[in-house]
Every structure is written in C-alpha cells, then in structure tokens.
T-cell receptor, first 120, second 111 residues
Framework: GAGVSQTPSNKVTEKGKYVELRCDPI?????LYWYRQSLGQGPEFLIY????????DSGLPNDRFFAVRPEGSVSTLKIQRTERGDSAVYLC??????????????????FGPGTRLTVL | DQQVKQNSPSLSVQEGRISILNCDYT??????FLWYKKYPAEGPTFLIS?????DKNEDGRFTVFLNKSAKHLSLHIVPSQPGDSAVYFC??????????FGTGTSLTVIP
C-alpha cells in the first residue's frame, strides 16, 4: 500500500533508555507531523516538518524529545532517557501541504497506524 | 487546558438511525474543523472538514454543522451502519496553527 507506515508497531523499553521511532510518509508528501496519543486522549501535536526542516516544534514536551527528517522523506522521532510518562501511541501523519510557516490550517493529514511505546 | 472537548465518551445507536456526535471548542481563533474516524490498531482517517465561513458541509451520509456563536460543531451520520462503529475525533486549528484534537467519542452502531 501507499499509506503512511511506522515502525516498529510496538516498542517496550526500560526507563532511562533511548528509543527511535520511524515514519515513512506517503511518497511525494512534503509535510510530516508527529503526534502523541495517551490513553483516553486525542492526538497531541508534537512537531511539524516542511521538507527537511522543522517548521513548528512547539509541541515537543521537553529536550528529551527530538525529531529529524534529513532527506525530506523518512522521519525519526528520538526520545532520550525515557520515562514511564512517555508511554503512549506515537502517530505520524503526512500531507501535500507546502506552506513553510506553521501548520497550514486547511491541511488534510493522512495518519499511519502508530507506534505503541511502553516504558517499564 | 483542553481547547477541544468531546463530552460524550461513548454513544450507541441502532442501525439505520441517526448518529449525532458533538464537539465544543474554546478558542475563537479556530477557523478550520475536521472529523477523523479511528478503528482499533489503525491511525485516524480523515472523514470530513468545515471552514468557519460555512455552517454546514455534507458528504454522503456525513454532515458537519458548525455553530460559531456557540463554539460548537456536530457530526451527523445518517443512516448509521455497523461499519461506522469506531472512535470519532474532532479537531480544530487556527490560521497557521497546530491542530487540537478532542478526546474522542466511541460510536457503536447496533445491527
């Protein structure tokens, strides 16, 4: 299929460890988003990429969280020194939006299935 | 601080009847609203959207209504089908701003 894919689908790690979560957007989509969805909550915005650059990273909770998209396609969300509170489903989405500033308000985002992160 | 609220965590409707899912928001700068549908173990799927310049948008069995003065929107599904059973999220954004999602409403359509 040509949808957004995320790997791994599940990740279990221990408190204090480092994890990387990968997102493969739909081919040709220039915009990429990361969200976090905790149990019983809706998706919470983390960061938005336009091409290779992070156009809006205001949702990253602290400096343990970092994301890259070096070639403007695949993105990796990196979490250092994981804490139990980081346990959530991490969702990636992509779109054809081409704006460079902030998240385009009329954007239709296509979501991947998510990575369920469990920090023990 | 929840800027988008879905106060009904669950809703059950008989097949063929109308499903009405509600969403309230607090930020008057929001000008674009979306509904997403989510099945277990899948990511949210875009369903329908509405701009603040409209008060209604219809797509097949799905209609979204926006009441800006009340800061309220609703999604109507008619007739409801068992395949509509899923969690529905509403989302809102201000111009050039991030999207804010509600906590979701789990819809069950009973055959």
């Amino acid at each position: 299929g040509a949808g957004v894919s995320q790997t791994p689908s599940n990740k279990v790690t221990e408190k204090g460890k480092y994890v990387e979560l990968r997102c493969d957007p739909i081919s040709g989509h220039t915009a990429l988003y990361w969200y976090r969805q905790s149990l019983g909550q809706g998706p919470e915005f983390l960061i938005y990429f336009q091409g290779t650059g992070a156009a809006d990273d205001s949702g990253l909770p602290n400096d343990r969280f970092f994301a890259v998209r070096p070639e403007g396609s695949v993105s990796t969300l990196k979490i250092q020194r994981t804490e139990r509170g980081d346990s959530a489903v991490y969702l990636c989405a992509s779109s054809t939006a081409t704006s460079g500033r902030g998240v385009p308000s009329t954007d239709t985002q296509y979501f991947g299935p998510g990575t369920r992160l469990t920090v023990l | 601080d929840q800027q988008v609220k879905q106060n009904s965590p669950s809703l059950s409707v008989q097949e063929g009847r109308i499903s009405i899912l509600n969403c309230d928001y607090t930020n008057s700068m929001f000008d674009y609203f979306l509904w997403y549908k989510k099945y277990p173990a899948e990511g949210p799927t875009f369903l329908i959207s509405i701009s603040s310049i409209k008060d209604k948008n219809e797509d097949g069995r799905f209609t979204v209504f926006l009441n800006k003065s009340a800061k309220h929107l609703s999604l109507h599904i008619v007739p409801s089908q068992p395949g509509d059973s899923a969690v529905y999220f509403c989302a809102a954004s201000a111009p050039w701003g991030q999207f804010y999602f509600g906590t979701g409403t789990s819809l069950t359509v009973i055959p």
